[in-house]
């Protein structure tokens, strides 16, 4: 199966990889994750995190609405981290204006690639 790899417009250039995976044939589209760079709070990662993932899938033609499945990792995850993170989806949701309702898997983590990352979201999307 041939692999395009894309660094859409507007995403940090990573030496060490793409942000956007595309597999022709099924066009399965994996989208690295995302995380917010500047810092902030939960909810303001959050939010950027969607914008990002928003972003890519731009950069490829596609929207949310062509993403099959989400997969969330949250640094010291408890479940009274959860409105904090429906803040920052609604936020989201709000600023794109999409309602952004794929599958999703939730997954606390110790720690992510700097300490002042306090979520992840990769993204798997479907395109014709």
């Given at each position: 199966?041939?692999?395009?790899?894309?660094n859409?417009?507007?995403?940090?250039?990573?030496?060490?990889?793409?942000?956007?995976?595309?597999?022709?044939?099924?066009?399965?589209?994996?989208?690295?994750?995302?995380?917010?760079?500047?810092?902030?709070?939960?909810?303001?990662?959050?939010?950027?995190?969607?914008?990002?993932?928003?972003?890519?899938?731009?950069?490829?033609?596609?929207?949310?609405?062509?993403?099959?499945?989400?997969?969330?990792?949250?640094?010291?995850w408890?479940?009274?981290?959860?409105?904090?993170?429906?803040?920052?989806?609604?936020?989201?949701?709000?600023?794109?204006?999409?309602?952004?309702?794929?599958?999703?898997?939730?997954?606390?983590?110790?720690?992510?690639?700097v300490?002042?990352?306090?979520?992840?979201?990769?993204?798997?999307?479907?395109?014709?």
């Amino acid at each position: 199966m041939a692999i395009t790899l894309v660094n859409p417009t507007g995403l940090p250039e990573i030496d060490a990889y793409r942000q956007v995976s595309i597999a022709t044939g099924s066009k399965l589209v994996f989208i690295a994750g995302q995380v917010a760079w500047h810092g902030g709070d939960l909810p303001s990662q959050v939010e950027q995190c969607y914008v990002n993932i928003a972003t890519a899938l731009d950069g490829i033609g596609a929207s949310f609405d062509d993403v099959a499945k989400l997969t969330v990792y949250v640094v010291d995850w408890t479940p009274d981290k959860m409105p904090l993170l429906m803040e920052g989806i609604t936020r989201a949701a709000a600023k794109l204006g999409v309602t952004p309702v794929p599958p999703a898997t939730l997954i606390g983590v110790a720690t992510l690639d700097v300490p002042e990352h306090l979520i992840e979201i990769e993204a798997t999307a479907v395109i014709d």
